[in-house]
């Protein structure tokens, strides 16, 4: 295409919302000129759906649950006048408790200021708070964020060394909306464990945000915990950073909570008409059909020219990926939906996966981010007339261009600066694209069925680990093979290897022989 024409497809495919400063440029992706006047029906049908979901309809027909998230920033939505007292109730408990903690009426067991936050979370329950708090982080924030977000117990030792001393002055928030996650229990004990260890009455450490009745929850009352706040039903994990989930560490970290919640407000508001030209969210949902085929043929890779915005692809990949990867559709057709996200930040990434992009396979298409104002403060002059923000705007349009001459799609979306306004207007602009994409694919993108059979595996892993031990107990000093242990125990030969292993690194007293080959290995108990 000449660069004539490509200005001119450029200008027909360029939304922008002036008053807000966002813009989605679509014209790199290589759409028939009928592609959306042919999608327009199902395009009008995702809207419907998506007002029927504000309304409080049983968007997730599964677990006949409402789909709430929408509500969180802008409780005049919410179905009954309960459901709105309590998001407003929540968010004022927050701030309340967050204005306490900072002004010191809040005080760790030992009496003194808290410094540090630990969150102890993961999934949906963590990936929000982590983009929040890296992402919005400076200097003069009162307290620092950190993270268990995994059952690793180096990972978990490596934080609670970084916090060393000050972990008197920790205040540690588990958060889990069932309550019931392991990995998130696990988590718990290890803070609890650390904090007593130090000398500290724990429970004047600790918050917990879960759903009311929850196991966590009960932890929590039982042990008489600083606080605790809710997590609805009507709210899924990856769309909860609006919620206590993501509100509680982002108002202790001392950030701007409400501009976050307007951010998202105020691109849910531009991205309800049915006018498919003027819906940012829309239009990236029906690029995503046109770039893998409805079916997820091309990965999504996501490029901010923004350190601050490291962590939003991660953040994408739980939002798009557990929510369009769907076995079934909802009329129980096996469709195995979904498109794949990755992505890190430009122009970092020039340096490295960039070059398989633009030679290599095609099986993707870029969406880049660019945040137009580089710096809010002075930046240096790296060439005469030249800062370095210059040169991170010249590398997006660079490689935009040299992947388009390529034949390589891409989407760019444009924010004037960025803070916790626009972090709340990049959340809300995907979150909704994934629920128009979830219909134009008649799938329920508020369930996540898959997630639970990993559960289910881990937990037969672990009986065969006592099983094994047992075993192993029974008889003290005799050597065994994986085939004899599965025989005496009824298990899997395989997964008895894998066990063996695993107890003979771990645990005291185990000892290992390995043999001519994995049968020939042995284990026992000294
Ligand atoms: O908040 P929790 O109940 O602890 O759940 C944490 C995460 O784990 C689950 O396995 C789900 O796949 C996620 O959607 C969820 O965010």
Same mark, same amino acid.
């Given at each position: 295409m000449s660069s004539i024409s490509l200005w001119n497809r450029f200008q027909s495919h360029f939304l922008r919302y002036d008053d807000l400063g966002v813009s989605l440029d679509i014209s790199r992706m290589d759409f028939a000129d009928d592609f959306l006047s042919s999608k327009a029906e199902a395009a009008k049908n995702a809207v419907t759906q998506m007002l029927a979901l504000e309304k409080g !309809?049983? !968007?997730?027909p599964d677990e006949h649950r409402m789909v709430g998230h929408y509500w969180l920033r802008d409780s005049s939505l919410a179905p009954t006048k309960e459901l709105a007292d309590e998001i407003e109730n929540t968010k004022a408990a927050i701030l309340g408790f967050a204005a306490d903690v900072h002004s010191g009426k809040i005080l760790s067991s030992t009496g003194k200021k808290f410094t540090d936050l630990l969150l102890v979370g993961i999934g949906g329950s963590a990936l929000g708070p982590q983009l929040v708090a890296d992402s919005l982080?400076?200097? =003069?924030?009162?307290i620092a964020v950190h993270f268990f977000d995994n059952t690793d117990p180096d990972g978990m030792e490596k934080v609670v060394e970084q916090l060393g001393k000050k972990l008197e002055t920790t205040l540690v928030a588990v958060v889990s =909306?069932?309550?019931?996650?392991k990995e998130s229990r696990n988590g718990m004990l290890v803070a609890q464990d650390a904090i007593k260890k130090a000398g500290l009455d724990f429970p004047k450490h600790f918050v917990a945000v879960t759903g009311e009745g929850s196991e966590l929850d009960k932890v929590a009352t039982a042990e008489g915990w600083l606080k605790r706040f809710p997590m609805w039903d009507w709210v899924g994990g990856r769309t909860s950073v609006m919620s206590a989930v993501g509100l509680l560490p982002m108002a202790l970290q001392g950030l701007d909570v409400e501009a976050f919640l307007a951010g998202a407000k105020a691109i849910d508001a531009k991205t309800r008409t049915d006018d498919l030209s003027k819906n940012a969210s829309l239009l990236l949902a029906l690029m995503w059909w046109h770039a893998g085929g409805g079916r997820g043929a091309k990965d999504m890779v996501v490029l901010p020219y923004k350190d601050r915005l490291l962590l939003f692809s991660r953040y994408l990949q739980q939002l798009v990926m557990e929510s369009?990867? =769907?076995?079934?559709d909802l009329n129980g057709n096996v469709v195995n939906q979904g498109i794949a996200v990755y992505g890190n930040k430009g122009s970092t990434d020039q340096h490295a996966y960039v070059q398989q992009l633009r030679d290599g396979v095609n099986n993707f298409f870029i969406t880049f981010v660019e945040v137009? =104002?580089?710096?809010p403060v002075a930046q240096l002059e790296v060439e005469p007339g030249v800062e370095s923000g210059d040169y991170l705007q010249g590398f997006l349009r660079g490689t935009r261009t040299a992947l388009h001459e390529k034949g390589r799609e891409s989407i760019t979306v444009s924010i004037p600066e960025f803070n916790a306004f626009y972090l709340g207007v990049l959340i809300g602009l995907y979150e909704r694209a994934v629920g128009f994409y979830g219909t134009l694919v008649n799938i329920?993108?508020?369930?996540?069925?898959?997630v639970e059979a990993g559960k289910k595996a881990a937990a037969r892993v672990l009986e065969l680990q006592a099983k094994t031990l047992a075993y192993l107990a029974d008889n003290k000093g005799k050597a065994f093979t994986a085939d004899q242990i599965a025989a005496a125990i009824g298990a899997d030969a395989e997964n008895v290897f894998h066990v063996a292993r695993h107890i003979a690194a771990n645990k005291p007293g185990v000892v290992y022989t390995t043999g001519a080959n994995p049968g020939a290995d042995t284990v026992s108990l000294a």
């Open positions: !309809a049983i !968007a997730n982080w400076s200097s =003069k924030d009162p =909306k069932s309550g019931g996650t369009l990867g =769907k076995e079934l137009r =104002k580089a710096s329920n993108a508020y369930h996540q069925p898959g």
